[in-house]
Structure formats: C-alpha cells, structure tokens
C-alpha cells in the first residue's frame, strides 16, 4: 500500500474516534457511537493493509441506505440554517438527520476507498 493510503486512514481513524466521541452529547449515543467506532475500526484495519471485502461491503451497503434514509428534502436549506445559526447545536431534527446523512456518506466514502484497494490487492495476486 502507498504511504499516501496509510496516512489517510490513519487521519480517518482518529477522525471516526472524535466523531464517536461528539456522538456521546447526541440524543441517541448508543446508535451513532458504534457506527463511528466500527468505522474507526475499518480504517485501523486498512492501515494494516487488511480489507475485509465481505463486512466492508456490508458496512457500505448500509451507510448509503441509512444515508438515502435520513437525506434532507433540501441541501441548501440546511446549510442555510447551519450558517445562519452560527453554531453546531442542535435545535431541530432535520438539522439532527441531515448531520447524520452526510456522516454516514463520509463513512461510505472512506469504506470505498479500502474496499477498492483490497479489491485491487485481491486482482494483483489472483494468478
């Protein structure tokens, strides 16, 4: 794996942990924490240079599912209110859900990345 690879999921292990650990203030911890710690998890294990294709497919399956689920009916009118409200709490669900839509698409994105590269590892030594 290139050192550029390592490094990535490195920051995005640390970052999934912090994510986790901001979970902990939410309505509903117990939900959200796991997902960002099982993240964390995939990346810890990316760095090591293992991509578990099977749970890694899964895990992306079900980000973008959870993500299609909770997308909000406008992107720009949630932006707005963030913007104009001037700081992170939450005073709204919709605020809540479209939060935890873009989490989960960053969780997926991430999850791509290795799962390419463990399908490009999986394709360099088939014979």
Same mark, same amino acid.
């Given at each position: 794996?290139?050192?550029?690879?390592?490094?990535?999921?490195?920051?995005?292990?640390?970052?999934?942990?912090?994510?986790?650990?901001?979970?902990?203030?939410?309505?509903?911890?117990? @939900?959200?924490?796991?997902?960002? @710690? $099982? $993240?964390?998890?995939?990346?810890? =294990?990316?760095?090591?240079?293992?991509?578990?294709?099977?749970?890694?497919?899964?895990?992306?399956? $079900?980000?973008? @599912?959870?993500?299609?689920?909770?997308?909000?009916?406008?992107?720009?009118?949630?932006?707005?209110?963030?913007?104009?409200?001037?700081? =992170?709490?939450?005073?709204?669900?919709?605020?809540?859900?479209?939060?935890?839509?873009?989490?989960?698409?960053?969780?997926?994105?991430?999850?791509?990345?290795?799962?390419? =590269?463990?399908?490009?590892?999986?394709?360099?030594?088939?014979?």
């Amino acid at each position: 794996m290139k050192p550029y690879f390592k490094y990535f999921f490195i920051f995005w292990f640390f970052a999934f942990l912090l994510f986790a650990y901001w979970q902990l203030n939410d309505p509903d911890p117990e @939900i959200w924490a796991p997902i960002y @710690i $099982a $993240a964390a998890i995939f990346s810890a =294990l990316a760095v090591k240079g293992k991509h578990p294709m099977i749970p890694l497919t899964i895990a992306i399956i $079900a980000c973008l @599912i959870g993500a299609f689920y909770f997308f909000p009916d406008s992107v720009s009118e949630w932006i707005s209110y963030e913007v104009e409200q001037k700081d =992170l709490s939450m005073k709204t669900q919709e605020s809540e859900e479209a939060r935890e839509t873009f989490g989960l698409l960053i969780i997926a994105a991430v999850l791509a990345v290795s799962a390419y =590269l463990g399908w490009k590892k999986h394709q360099i030594t088939k014979p």
